[in-house]
């Protein structure tokens, strides 16, 4: 059975939805931390698709000066979606009203929830 995802040691400083703002740029730190708020529900994702930097990389110097690089892992959002080449797509073009937002948020919590139940049928039937 996989391990339980990390936890945070403190609770979050707000429990109020945020909104964030992506485009092409959005790369490496900051693409993986608005992909975790948005597969967490936190927060919508507004503006254009997110660059797609998704590969963790080591960079070797040999000894005739030329250079190696080796890819070493990648990384994934919360619900495993690979955001190498392809990005994260935004929820809204535009800045969405609030109760588009909400709407998005009220659905991605209910989808996060049936894929919880459905994950803990298929452990719970390996189990018995």
């Not at 609770?11 to 959005?26: D, G, I, K, Q, R």
């Not at 919360?78 to 659905?107: E, K, S």
Request: charge should be neutral.
């Amino acid at each position: 059975m996989a391990a339980d995802p990390p936890k945070a040691g403190a609770s979050a400083t707000t429990e109020l939805p945020l909104t964030v703002l992506v485009n092409e740029h959005t790369a490496s730190a900051s693409e993986i931390l608005a992909g975790a708020l948005k597969d967490n529900c936190r927060g919508i994702l507004v503006g254009k698709r997110t660059y797609g930097k998704g590969l963790i990389q080591s960079v070797y110097e040999l000894s005739d000066s030329s250079g190696l690089v080796i890819t070493v892992g990648k990384y994934l959002t919360p619900r495993g979606v690979d955001i190498d080449r392809f990005g994260i797509a935004p929820d809204f073009g535009n800045l969405p009203g609030p109760d588009q937002a909400a709407d998005t948020l009220n659905a991605c919590k209910l989808e996060a929830g049936a894929a919880l139940s459905t994950r803990f049928a298929a452990a719970s039937s390996r189990v018995l």
